[in-house]
Each structure stands twice: as structure tokens, then as C-alpha cells.
Nanobody, 121 residues
């Protein structure tokens, strides 16, 4: 009932920047938390950054000062601006959105399909 579409991944050199987007659509009454996770080969999925409906944010220590999460509530979209990228940032990035389904008032938690970010010279 709720779909997430991610965009913005790609190949970038160390020190470069990328901006990821994730748009939610479907039977949405409200959206609570929105976040970005990543999973590198052979590693577990980890939280990168999250933002609440009120705009409070939290970041993994490894990305503080380099990544910025933001959201556009009118567009049901969350963004991840990634600056000063490092090779260790290479991973598949997934967005995650929690909220309430319109009509049923049931809680939902949805994942995006993932977008590859590769940082390499």
C-alpha cells in the first residue's frame, strides 16, 4: 500500500558528493520517522541517519559532519546529502519510512529498493 522509490546513487570519487532521494506514495495518512540505512558487502545493515516528523535528527558517528538528512513533508520525500565521501561509505543505501495507512489507520514500515553508492578513484 505504501511504496518507496529511491534515486541518486552512483559512482563518485573520494571527496565528492551525492544526494539521495526517497519518495513515498500510496495510501498514506501520516509519516513519522524517515531514515537511511546502508549495507556494505559482508556487513550488517546499519543506520546512517534518521529524522522525525518534528525535524529532530540523529546520525551514525561515522557520517556526522559529512551527511545531512532532510525531509519535505509536502512531497513525502526524504533526502540524504552526502559530502566528503570516503571509500568506506561504499554500500547499498536503503530508505525506511514509518507511518500510518490512510483508511485503515494501521502502522506501516516500508523499505526502499536500495541504491548503490560507490566511492572510488
Amino acid at each position: 500500500q505504501v511504496q518507496l522509490v529511491e534515486s541518486g546513487g552512483g559512482l563518485v570519487q573520494p571527496g565528492g558528493s551525492l544526494r539521495l532521494s526517497c519518495a513515498a506514495s500510496g495510501s498514506i495518512f501520516s509519516i513519522n520517522a524517515m531514515g537511511w540505512y546502508r549495507q556494505a558487502p559482508g556487513k550488517e545493515r546499519e543506520l546512517v541517519a534518521a529524522i522525525t516528523s518534528g525535524g529532530s535528527t540523529n546520525y551514525a558517528d561515522s557520517v556526522k559532519g559529512r551527511f545531512t538528512i532532510s525531509r519535505d513533508n509536502a512531497k513525502n520525500t526524504v533526502y540524504l546529502q552526502m559530502n566528503s565521501l570516503k571509500p568506506e561509505d561504499t554500500a547499498v543505501y536503503y530508505c525506511n519510512v514509518d507511518g500510518v495507512v490512510a483508511g485503515t489507520w494501521a502502522d506501516f514500515g516500508s523499505w526502499g529498493q536500495g541504491t548503490q553508492v560507490t566511492v572510488s578513484s
